[in-house]
């Protein structure tokens, strides 16, 4: 093969097929992956939730991942959300024209990797290559298919007053990795994006807790724009306790310095849950036990009143409201 991506290698014809059987097919091949024009799979029983999602993230590798194993962890994660198992995935790549097949390798090497530790099978997939400055280096899009469970219903509209919130562990490293990953800032500091599959975690919360009302993943926008999105949703308020509100000390460090909410970053492996408040310790615990989620903690409740607000218990005891979500703080993060 030659040592980057030409768009001869889009062109279906003999190079896309090189490119299928000797990169693709080698780290992302499985029993239902595809040379036909569909994958044919068995029927799954019961409720079935999809997804898309398009992952654009600049650069395409920082410390704790890569654009392959975020494209793969975004879809298996919103598929959670709703209590489902997910169980296939399809991508579909459009490549910068000159980008060296060892980045292609690298990126499709954590997409296997991250679908095996998922249990997610990829299926069929799609490979188009654009001209040079039309894309930057890769765009990836994945689509995926899961089963829900028997009896589990989550959607945001179902908190309700009295729900405890959980977040599955601290907040606003994926989105401080990328921003130190551009290095415009100049500041030196050791964060690695929390972006995981959460499919395991979540069936274990289920499991001491089937009437969950919501999970929702706190990707871009972070946990403060879920909490606002749910408040409205559910037409509720929610309070939180600051000091309840996992931060990383090295995050903390460098939002402090430029000022920003680390609740407004980007998380890629951490969910909010809302369940109903007796059954929250033992959500915590289950989460506990579960590699990405050790972090688990309880950090407020639903409320009947301030209804469409945030309203935050600060450390020294006062009470304010957390602002409304602004505008995209960094672009292009995930
Ligand atoms: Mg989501």
Redesign the pocket.
Known sequence: MNDCITLAHGSGGRKTNELISELFKKHLGNAYFTADDAAVLPRPEGRIAMSTDGFIVSPWKYPGGNIGRLAVCGTV??LA?MGAKPLYLTCSYVIEEGLPISDLEEIAAAMGETAREAGVYIVAGDTKVAGKGQVDKIFITTAGIGVIEDGVETSGKLAQPGDAIIVTGDVGRHGTAILLARDEYGIEADVTSDCAPLGQAVEKALEVCPEMHVI??A?RGGVGTVLYEITEQANVGIRVNREDIPVAEEVKGVTGLLGLEPLYLACEGRMVMMCPKDKADAVVEALSGCKYTKGAKIIGEVTQDNVGKVVMATEVGGMTYLPQPGNELLPRIC
């Open positions: 994660n919103d959300c929702r993943d990707t």
